[in-house]
């Protein structure tokens, strides 16, 4: 498709498809009938329905939505209908801009055209994380990635929920969710000390479902930052019990012992450590 995604054309394109529910039309008919849908030429709304697979023609010639079609006229209020026809765009066009979306929202809105960005703050998805902000970029990721199982995905974001809110209680203070705008920051989260200090506190989060029987990862990246920070904390969060999420906050000093250490001229990347390793630190989650 020549014509790039912009708020006009994906409006257009859910006008045509919001036309063919009223009034059944073949491609002849509304190319030569028409003089625009939704405002712009009729051949760029059937160009953009056509490639996102929202159209097809029955026997006698006529168009009608596809279920892909139905499901963008389902999705309820504008800034969704905007999601679902940027995760349509990006999951069956493969835009360049896309690469960029597994290291957070920030850098797909600093990189992507200027009509995706406009329907990425049209559509909400530039405002504050909220749960269906949240679910739209993960889902972007998602497809970045070519994932089929967003398993971990999904369970990191509910250790990363479950610390914002401890935090919140903790301080009295709002946690900046650093993780939903770059996972290139080394944490996830940034708080601050206590209620009575305001100095930052930076949080990485691990989660695991499989309780003490389970692992975190730990990359070069996320050490460095641990050791070159002013403050730092592992919130490690068992997820066995749904129900009683436990959270073990681990210090950096502590977990400095499982660390391993550079030899010759070789360099450790990642290291994996077990919950267990952290026993006595887990407590009930009363937040």
Request: glycine share 8%; net charge negative; proline share 6%.
């Amino acid at each position: 498709m020549s014509t790039p995604l912009s708020p006009g054309l994906a409006q257009a394109g859910l006008a045509l498809l919001e036309l063919l529910q009223r009034r059944p039309l073949t491609a002849p008919d509304l190319l030569s009938g028409m003089k625009t849908v939704g405002g712009r030429p009729p051949s760029e709304a059937l160009a953009l329905s056509q490639v996102l697979n929202w159209l097809a023609v029955d026997e006698a010639g006529v168009l009608f939505a596809t279920p892909a079609g139905l499901r963008v006229i389902a999705s309820g209020r504008y800034e969704f209908v905007l999601r679902r026809i940027t995760l349509d765009y990006a999951e069956l066009l493969k835009p360049d801009w896309l690469q960029n979306a597994p290291y957070g929202r920030s850098r797909v809105l600093a990189f992507c055209p200027p009509g995706v960005g406009q329907i990425l703050v049209e559509s909400g998805a530039a405002d504050a994380p909220t749960d269906d902000v949240v679910a739209f970029w993960d889902e972007l990721a998602s497809i970045a990635r070519g994932l089929l199982d967003d398993r971990l995905l999904a369970i990191g974001r509910q250790g990363e929920r479950l610390t914002l809110a401890h935090e919140q209680v903790r301080t009295g203070a709002s946690p900046r969710w650093v993780a939903i705008d770059s996972n290139q920051d080394g944490y996830d989260v940034l708080s601050i000390k206590a209620a009575d200090d305001p100095s930052l506190l930076s949080i990485e989060v691990k989660a695991s479902r499989a309780g003490l029987a389970g692992h975190l990862h730990i990359t070069r990246r996320e050490w460095d930052t641990a050791t070159e920070s002013a403050a730092y904390v592992f919130h490690l969060w068992d997820l066995k019990d749904a129900a009683a999420p436990r959270l073990a906050a681990v210090p950096l000093e502590t977990m400095a012992d499982h660390m391993p250490s550079d030899t010759g001229g070789g360099f450790w990347e990642s290291v994996r450590v077990p919950f267990h390793e952290f026993t006595e630190l887990f407590g009930d989650h009363l937040a």
